[in-house]
């Protein structure tokens, strides 16, 4: 515009002193200058119409594009538009997919998130730390932003920071990868890995349940199992989840699960409405009990009992405790015990919706032995998670687990339980948890005990 306006300035000048000498002269002035100066004045005018017509239509068409864009969307808050902001943040933008290839977590402002999130159009589902959105890097990459409530004891910078750094660090096939966070006055997020099919419970219970065929829950069982006891036994540092849950695991495209969540109870605290005690961490119906005891000693045992309690719902692909038509409570695990306990888990295929067969009917036992062992009262008697792994695929023969879930019933007249648990004790290498020997199952490769 303004390179036009000087064009403009220096035409009228050319103009005006063509017509200076005829109005000098006291004439009428040439004609010839007068249409000549009346002919160039003529088109720059036209072109500047012309000009103004163009930026003015540009203008429109962009709004047109712009509102029919957001027609399916919430209006965006934000003074430019993301394309404007894309393109303005470009190097940034470059700098921070150099960091995802380099697997470092990054740390992303809020408008960047807002951008990511198409002004957070999408919500995947809600829990106790705050919203998940779907979102996607300019790159196409597609991701869940996890945006962290707020509370009065919000964590210092530093400390959020620390906690970042080890949740980015860990890293296995069976854990969502958190490519970055945002952390500034008024917001927390995360951002994390997009799972396609979202979490398992939405595979468990309700129409989709029977989505998943039998082969491929006993791979997410396995998959999860390896995740946790990778956060248990090998990373760098290492993580009790206390939130295993069905909506924890998460399934990407195929299928695979990889555990969320984890070393978040470390970075804030929940909502509460999940919790009703303020020291009291997990899910009613995965958190194991000691959890609920005061000044009780909590290990990563307690993971170990969420497993359980979650292997039990893919057995039944249902919730452990549902309310039976007669008002009682129907609590699928006690069942599972009973059958074990009268030798009729090879009857469990109804319950499971497979259909009869002499391998899967195998799987199903050795699924339901494993998930007695893990939810066992006391926390040394559950497995650590490497030797749930190695029960789960199969390749150790698995002792016959004691009756679990005495704490409900505090003074017991029943003597199958005793029964139970000295058959335990009388097998093999059976020392509940004192010696580095397992007494889970039959084998000889030494686990580490936790
Ligand atoms: N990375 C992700 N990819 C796709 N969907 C996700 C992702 N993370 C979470 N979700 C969806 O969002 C829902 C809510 O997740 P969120 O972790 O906030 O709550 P929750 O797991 O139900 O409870 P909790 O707060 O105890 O973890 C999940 O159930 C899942 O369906
Ligand atoms: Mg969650």
Same mark, same amino acid.
């Given at each position: ?191 994390? &890995?997009?799972?396609?099919? %979202? !979490?398992? #419970?939405? =595979? ?10 039998? *082969? ?105 405790? &549902?309310?039976?038509?007669? %008002? !009682?409570? #129907?609590? =699928? ?10 030798? *009729? ?106």
């Amino acid at each position: 515009m303004a390179s036009m306006a000087a064009w403009l300035i220096g035409i009228i000048i050319v103009v005006c002193q063509v017509s200076t000498p005829s109005a000098q002269g006291g004439g009428g002035g040439n004609p010839m200058s007068i249409v000549i100066a009346f002919s160039v004045v003529g088109s720059v005018v036209g072109l500047l119409i012309l000009v103004v017509i163009g930026i003015f239509s540009y203008k429109f068409a962009k709004k047109v594009v712009r509102e029919w864009r957001n027609t399916s969307t919430p209006p965006t808050d934000l003074e430019s538009a993301p394309e404007e902001i894309l393109e303005k943040d470009a190097p940034e933008m470059d700098k921070f997919l150099r960091e995802i290839a380099d697997e470092y977590p990054i740390r992303f402002t809020a408008q960047q998130l807002n951008v990511f999130t198409n002004n957070y159009a999408t919500r995947l589902g809600s829990g106790g730390f705050g919203d998940v959105y779907k979102g996607q890097f300019p790159n196409g990459l597609k991701i869940a932003v996890k945006i962290l409530k707020r509370n009065s004891d919000k964590k210092a910078e530093n400390q959020f920071m620390a906690e970042i750094g080890t949740i980015g660090r860990t890293r296995h096939r069976n854990l969502l990868r958190m490519y970055g966070f945002c952390y500034d006055e008024f917001m927390s997020a995360l951002v994390l &890995e997009y799972m396609e099919n %979202g !979490s398992l #419970d939405r =595979f468990l219970y309700g129409k989709t349940r029977n989505e998943i065929d039998w *082969e491929k829950l006993q791979e997410i069982a396995t998959g999860t199992a390896r995740g946790i006891a990778y956060l248990h036994e090998e990373c760098h540092r290492r993580i009790i989840h206390y939130d295993i849950k069905p909506a924890n695991i998460l399934l990407d495209v195929d299928f695979s699960p990889k555990i969320g969540d984890f070393g978040l109870s470390n970075l804030c605290n929940r909502d509460n409405t999940h919790v009703s005690l303020t020291e009291y961490r997990g899910t009613p119906g995965y958190s194991a009990p000691e959890l609920l005891r005061f000044n009780f000693p909590v290990t990563f045992k307690c993971d170990v009992y969420s497993f359980g309690m979650v292997l039990f719902e893919m057995i039944g692909r249902r919730k452990n405790a &549902e309310v039976s038509p007669s %008002g !009682s409570i #129907d609590w =699928f695990p006690i069942q599972i015990w009973e059958r074990f306990d009268k030798g *009729e888990l090879v009857n469990m295929s109804g319950e499971c919706n497979v259909e009869e067969d002499g391998e899967r009917k195998m799987a199903i036992e050795r699924m339901c032995m494993v998930a007695l062992w893990c939810v066992q009262d006391t926390p040394e008697d559950r497995p650590p998670m490497s030797a749930v792994v190695k029960m789960l695929e199969g390749s150790a023969e698995i002792m016959p687990p004691p009756k679990p879930f005495q704490y409900m019933y505090p003074i017991s007249t029943d003597t199958s339980a005793v029964t139970a648990v000295t058959v335990a004790m009388d097998s093999e290498q059976m020392s509940s948890g004192s010696s580095s020997s397992p007494i889970w199952y039959k084998g000889s490769v030494p686990i580490l005990r936790t």
